[in-house]
């Protein structure tokens, strides 16, 4: 059962404060991409390692959107891109970046965790927690706040407190080869507390 709420943003803002700095601009990732500067007809290779004769893993065509990279290779030339079950590698001069969501914290975005099993999606269009014991349960923003490394937000889970926080490090959900490129705490400030990771994106 989750708790009623008990501080608004000031509480937020005194966690970010905690938690984060200032971070290098290599850091600005994980984050959206569209392929950009392929042929029609031709393809963007997905590649086994960050090199051109790397064994090719997919294929991206022209104009696909939303392709999340969570690193780079140490030249910068090559973007690490994530699978469901594994990842791969992908040039970065066929790469643009997407505008990022305004708010401190990204959408869309979907976090989960397994040992228990839960997820908590966000879109533009509205946020919902699920888990077998809760089944699904809407959320409703409170408020968020944010850094360069990070984030914080705070939901109404039908008038009680579901908090998340998002880390952007190296994560792993321990069931997959799949990186991911950002960490998620979930908590409701009493006998709650989740740990997961989250992909830039709705499913």
């Known amino acids: ?9 000031s509480f ?4 970010v404060l905690a938690l984060w700095g200032a971070m290098a601009a290599a850091q600005d990732l994980p984050a959206r991409f569209t392929v950009t500067g392929v ?22 065509p022209p104009g696909s959107t939303g392709v999340e ?11 690490r891109m994530a699978f469901r079950e594994g990842s ?4 970065m001069r066929y790469l643009a970046r997407e505008a990022a969501y305004p708010g401190p914290v990204p959408r869309p975005l979907l976090c989960r965790g397994t040992e228990p099993f839960w997820s908590l ?13 809760r089944g699904d349960i809407p ?43 950002l960490a998620a705490l979930v908590w409701n400030r009493g006998e709650l507390f989740l740990e997961g990771c989250c992909a830039l994106s709705s499913r």
């Open 139 to 181: 959320l409703r923003p409170l408020g968020e706040a944010g850094g360069r490394t990070g984030a914080v937000a705070a939901f109404d889970a039908g008038g009680e407190t579901l908090d998340l926080t998002v880390i952007r490090k190296a994560c792993s959900d321990g069931m997959s080869d799949r990186p991911y490129g």
């Open 39 to 60: 042929a029609a007809g031709d393809v963007l290779n997905v590649r086994e390692g960050p090199d051109a004769s790397a064994r090719i893993l997919a294929t991206l």
């Open 121 to 133: 999606r966000l879109s533009e269009d509205g946020a919902a927690f699920q888990s077998p014991e």
């Open 12 to 15: 937020l803002a005194a966690l």
């Open 1 to 9: 059962m989750f708790h009623r709420p008990i501080g608004p943003l």
């Open 88 to 91: 791969g590698w992908v040039s």
């Open 69 to 79: 990279v969570v690193e780079l290779s140490p030249d910068g030339r090559w973007g």
